[in-house]
């Protein structure tokens, strides 16, 4: 076992790797070879894996390459990675190298010397183009609100914990849940370090806006009811509304002030009632859905091959 583990998710991050492995070449001078490099290639369709399983032969760093059948997402690839880890401190980051590696120099710092459990990053700026820099603030902002107040406002791409910490995030076998929610569902001693997200410069990122909702949804219908009673708090608004406008329709009816062909009424309501008993019912699909995901016991990836580099 060894004292430090990194999990890098690779996903369509070809022209990063000289740049990657340059910095796993610093890590391990840094450190000594006291350190593990775990690499999950998730699927990606473009040649990311053999440039790694080729640039990291012969380096003398202690690493693992493990391939996935197909791509599961990035977070399924981050737990892979732990999974296979063997380090007593683990950390993950993105190998697109936007968040700057000294942050695990200073993550490792924390847990070594045990003021803390997990450690995450806060991103404190970004240097993006303005729309991605909107959309971002935009995605957070939405996320603190309904899933998870406690987030940085920045929100979480890096983190690093240590054996216990790891051993109960694995322990929760959940399909289409949160990485990043499980970590601050699951307790223990925090501590956030502030950072400066750097521009990308190579490539262009798979996380896009589809996966982004996708990554809300999981979260929020994974550990917040807040749909459900968002839901109910519109019904019964629904009911109360639908009662008053019956009322004054009787007494408008009766005070003949109607014309009996209510044309424009009756389709409106219609519509209206038709879509919101279509969006509860999507609703509530969403969380049955998930739980029949979790009664199948289907595994959470499937790995193809292990290119093992670890020192003997």
């Known amino acids: 076992m060894t004292a430090r583990s990194i999990v890098f998710p690779i996903y369509r991050n ?3 790797i000289p740049s990657l492995l340059q910095t796993v070449a610093d890590f391990h001078a840094r450190y000594q070879g006291e350190i593990e490099f775990v690499f999950v290639i998730d699927g990606s369709p473009d040649d990311s894996g053999s440039l790694l399983v080729a640039g990291l032969s012969g380096s003398g760093c202690n690493y693992k390459i493990i391939f996935h059948s197909r791509n599961f997402g990035s977070f399924t ?3 892979t990675g732990l999974e296979h880890a063997s380090g007593e401190h683990v950390a993950a980051m993105a190998a697109d190298l936007q968040e700057p590696p000294d942050l695990i120099v200073q993550f490792f710092s924390i847990l070594e010397r045990d003021s803390a459990d997990v450690v995450f990053g806060r991103r404190a700026g970004r240097d993006d183009p303005l729309m991605t820099r909107f959309l971002s603030q935009t995605f957070w902002a939405a996320y603190r609100r309904l899933v998870l107040p406690s987030m940085p406002s920045g929100g979480v791409d890096i983190f690093a914990c240590n054996k216990q910490v790891l051993e109960v995030i694995l322990s929760i076998e ?4 949160s990485l990043v929610v499980q970590l601050f569902w699951v307790g223990f001693r925090r501590e956030f370090v502030s950072y400066r997200r750097r521009e990308r410069e190579h490539g262009k990122s798979a996380w896009g806006i589809g996966r982004r909702l996708r990554y809300m949804m999981d979260s929020i219908f994974s550990f917040s009811d807040f749909p459900i ?4 708090w519109v019904g019964i608004a629904g009911c ?3 009662l008053i406008f019956a009322a004054v329709t009787v007494i408008a009816r009766l005070l003949g002030r109607i014309d009996p062909a ?3 009424t009756l389709v409106l309501l219609i519509v209206g009632f038709g879509s919101a008993i279509l969006a509860v019912q999507g609703i509530l699909g969403c969380y049955l859905w998930r739980a029949v995901e979790n009664t199948k016991s289907r595994p959470l990836r499937i790995i193809s091959r292990v290119v093992d580099g670890t020192l003997k």
């Open 262 to 264: 209510g044309y424009t």
């Open 229 to 232: 009673v968002l839901t109910l």
């Open 14 to 16: 070809e022209e990063n």
């Open 240 to 242: 109360v509304l639908s």
């Open 174 to 177: 959940e399909p289409n849940s």
């Open 77 to 79: 690839a981050i737990r």
